[in-house]
């Protein structure tokens, strides 16, 4: 017995909990495409190092550099504050920044930004770099649930405070693969 199993009504178990679905890839494909054409406009003269937080945003990141058309630098970093299907509201340092930011505009990939907690001590370590600009762009917003005040410049959709996965976004590791939106169901 596989840890995904999908079922015939649109819904995935993973792990011990059910999931629906909730977004399509359709939809996902629509709120990327309008996320790229906002970056290229706004930041077609910046040459901006896209610093991706890893591991729940590659699957944007990528989608959303295939249609970036202007010069630009791409990175990683990597960072975790989840545990299960909730923040733990201690971020933990992984993996560094290896490129040099001073000067330059930074664009945050994240794939979500909830409580904000994550996004802020980011923007702080970045700071320190002294950076030209920090533009925020999350493909998921839960306004709801954002107790620290982040500016966010690109925002791909904001839904309502449930726990997702799908779309490089994971329970326990596992769910980050399905190309769709599925919703915990209560």
């Not at 939809?27 to 003269?45: F, P, R």
């Not at 010069?71 to 290896?98: D, M, Q, R």
């Not at 791909?156 to 769709?180: C, H, S, T």
Request: glycine fraction near 6%; charge should be negative; hydrophobic fraction near 45%.
């Amino acid at each position: 017995m596989h840890a995904l199993i999908k079922a015939m009504n649109h819904q995935v178990k993973i792990k011990d909990k059910t999931f629906e679905i909730s977004i399509s890839a359709n939809e996902i494909d629509s709120a990327v495409s309008k996320v790229a054409e906002k970056i290229n406009t706004e930041l077609a003269d910046e040459n901006p190092l896209f610093l991706v937080v890893l591991n729940g945003a590659f699957m944007f990141a990528s989608d959303l550099m295939k249609k970036v058309n202007i010069p630009c630098e791409i990175s990683f970093v990597k960072l975790a504050s989840y545990e299960g299907t909730v923040t733990s509201g201690i971020v933990k340092e992984l993996i560094g920044l290896n490129e040099s930011l001073a000067k330059r505009t930074v664009v945050v990939v994240e794939d979500i930004v909830d409580t904000g907690i994550t996004m802020q001590q980011i923007i702080e370590r970045i700071n320190i770099h002294k950076p030209k600009a920090i533009k925020v762009c999350t493909f998921f917003h839960k306004p709801e649930a954002l107790q620290k005040d982040i500016k966010l410049d690109y925002i791909g959709m904001e839904i309502p405070n449930k726990f997702i996965v799908g779309y490089g976004l994971d329970y326990d590791g596992q769910g980050r693969n399905l190309a769709e939106i599925y919703t915990l169901i209560q």
